[in-house]
């Protein structure tokens, strides 16, 4: 069962603003626990009540929260500052990320443009080469290049077999995977 959503806004019962003042502060110093156990950091917490301003409550104790407060200022403002982001580097950042994936996406779908256009000029025969414009001749010239070099080094990387490939009917095909014996017997395409 789910809770129901909260209206964040202040409570104008008193008693109902104490109790949930009680419950959020228990469970804030819960979280505060949990974190340090899981994570193996020191962290602290100081929370000042409405109903006792002058005496706050301290986790783990008053002595523990001093010795993090003082260890954080002890720690000099380039180390504090150091994983820090001010708005604009973090939107320039995402900006550029961003458009790194537009530029890789649009080579994407350009080599993807020449393949399909490659494809049609030889399967069909076609002769839209020539009323495309030179950009389009540029790129299906170099998509072309590199197809070519991607052949010849898997050429380069599996050498021609001397032998012809050996093809089986289904029903030698069956015998030789159920016997597992190997078939020398070899055919030739017509």
Not at 3 to 20: Q, S, V
Not at 101 to 109: A, R, S, T, V, Y
Not at 145 to 172: C, F
Request: one cysteine or more; charged letters at 30%; aromatic letters at 8%.
């Amino acid at each position: 069962m789910t809770r129901a959503k909260i209206e964040l806004a202040y409570i104008t019962d008193p008693g109902k603003r104490k109790a949930t003042f009680k419950k959020r502060k228990n469970g804030l110093m819960k979280k505060i626990s949990e974190i340090t156990v899981l994570c193996g950091i020191d962290a602290c917490a100081v929370v000042y009540s409405p109903d006792v301003p002058n005496k706050p409550e301290f986790w783990p104790s008053e002595s523990g929260a001093r010795s993090v407060i003082s260890k954080f200022n002890g720690v000099s403002e380039s180390e504090k500052t150091k994983k820090m982001f001010c708005q604009e580097s973090f939107i320039r950042q995402r900006i550029d990320k961003s458009q790194e994936q537009l530029k890789k996406l649009k080579n994407e779908n350009r080599k993807r443009e020449i393949s399909l256009l490659m494809c049609e000029y030889l399967t069909h025969g076609s002769n839209n080469l020539d009323s495309n414009n030179i950009n389009y001749l540029k790129d299906f010239s170099f998509f072309t290049d590199q197809n070519l070099d991607e052949i010849r080094n898997k050429v380069t990387v599996h050498p021609a077999q001397e032998e012809t490939p050996v093809i089986y009917s289904r029903g030698e095909q069956a015998q030789a995977q159920g016997h597992g014996t190997n078939f020398s017997r070899k055919r030739k395409l017509n």
